[in-house]
């Protein structure tokens, strides 16, 4: 525990000749990040929510409040020049094995997807996870109907869990869609690192 506590992370986080950087979010990020979720189908695609309209105003409203009290397992996505394309949301958790981190990215303007920059940014937020906060795997969820985001993930070397998906279950938020969970366990990011 000590260790944690006396750890200094240096930031921005980035990759050597990498397009993309990782830097914590600002209080600023969060007005451009409530500007994104009033995109329905970002909103659709992005947490598998079918919404009308009028939904997405408290959608955003919650999710923006929810990240700027825990902006500190909230990293910002930023291009080279500095631009905000985006974010990373981490948590963490005990688990058998050490600590678990559930992640979920973020692109928000269109022209940035479709580019390799999500599989870039994830595979940094990856980096992260394991070499600095040294969590034994990390997990996440995705609508089943959001294929880029599935091939996306397995680039980078995310598996499915076998045999689970989870439900769509949020009534008041909308129509919610039917999940894939995947994870990344250390040894095979152990295992991709020694390959390099």
């Not at 500190?72 to 948590?91: H, K, Q, Y």
């Not at 595979?123 to 034994?136: G, K, M, T």
Request: charged fraction near 30%; glycine fraction near 10%.
């Amino acid at each position: 525990m000590l260790g944690f506590l006396g750890r200094r992370e240096r930031w921005p986080y980035r990759e050597p000749n990498g397009r993309v950087v990782l830097r914590p979010l600002q209080a600023r990020d969060v007005l451009q990040v409530r500007a994104w979720l009033q995109d329905l189908e970002l909103v659709r695609h992005a947490f598998g929510l079918n919404l009308e309209p009028a939904g997405l105003e408290r959608i955003a409203e919650e999710y923006c409040r929810e990240i700027a009290a825990g902006r500190r397992n909230v990293l910002a996505l930023e291009a080279e020049d500095g631009r905000l394309m985006g974010f990373l949301r981490f948590s963490l958790r005990p688990g058998p094995q050490g600590l678990v981190a559930r992640v979920g990215i973020l692109l928000g303007l269109a022209r940035d997807r479709g580019r390799g920059l999500g599989t870039e940014a994830m595979r940094l937020l990856l980096s992260y996870l394991f070499e600095v906060r040294r969590v034994a795997s990390v997990e996440l969820d995705t609508a089943d109907f959001n294929r880029a985001a599935q091939r996306c993930f397995e680039k980078v070397g995310f598996q499915r869990r076998v045999g689970l998906t989870l439900l769509g279950s949020m009534p008041s938020q909308g129509a919610a869609a039917n999940k894939i969970w995947m994870e990344f366990p250390r040894e095979r990011w152990e295992g991709l690192s020694q390959g390099r």
